[in-house]
């Protein structure tokens, strides 16, 4: 080996170590996103009680007029979402009146809670379909450009916090993500 050849070497990172790297970091940047209130206030276990964290009302704060979803994650044992929350799409434009999207209001399954869930507990989550509702990769990102409730977390209207980035941001790092073989922090 010359001695080019051999400084060369000594500072070339190898490609699976880049894409393993480039993984981690969009890990990185989906965390950023779904453990924003924006999205954990919606992500909750099997209490069925959705939040409003730091959104403008302080933080540890529970959806207001004790609003519970139940088991059925639509609010059909007490008070359906839909009482309030229209299932059509609107501007958002009156600061904390009930959003509306164009999709029927709901919890996500309790297989998909992340409120207060640790980076490594959401990664592990998200990359097993046994424990993310089914979803391979590609449904993943088909599900994060197509769900009208992850535009709306980046797109919430007047007066709300939006998550950061985009959805096309979070698509594009959740491919990198699955390209690296969905690196996780204790792997």
Sequence with gaps: MNRFALI???????????????????????????????????????????????????????????????????????????????????????????????????????????????SAEVCAQLRDPDANDGFDMADLVDHVRTSAFVSYGFTPGAGRTSAPGSVADLARDIEVWAAAGSPCARD
Excluded at 43 to 66: C, F, I, K, Q, T
């Design 8 to 118: 060369f070497a000594c500072f070339t990172v190898p490609a699976a170590a880049q894409a393993q790297d480039a993984g981690t970091a969009a890990w990185d940047r989906i965390y950023a996103v779904a453990s924003h209130p924006r999205c954990t206030n919606c992500h909750v276990g099997a209490s069925g009680r959705p939040a409003w964290d730091d959104l403008g009302y302080g933080g540890a704060r529970l959806h207001g007029m004790n609003i519970v979803a139940g088991e059925s994650r639509i609010g059909a044992e007490s008070i359906p979402c839909r009482a309030c929350h229209i299932g059509a799409a609107g501007d958002n434009a009156v600061p904390h009146a009930a959003p509306q999207i164009d999709d029927a209001w709901r919890l996500p399954p309790v297989e998909l809670a992340w409120r207060g869930k640790s």
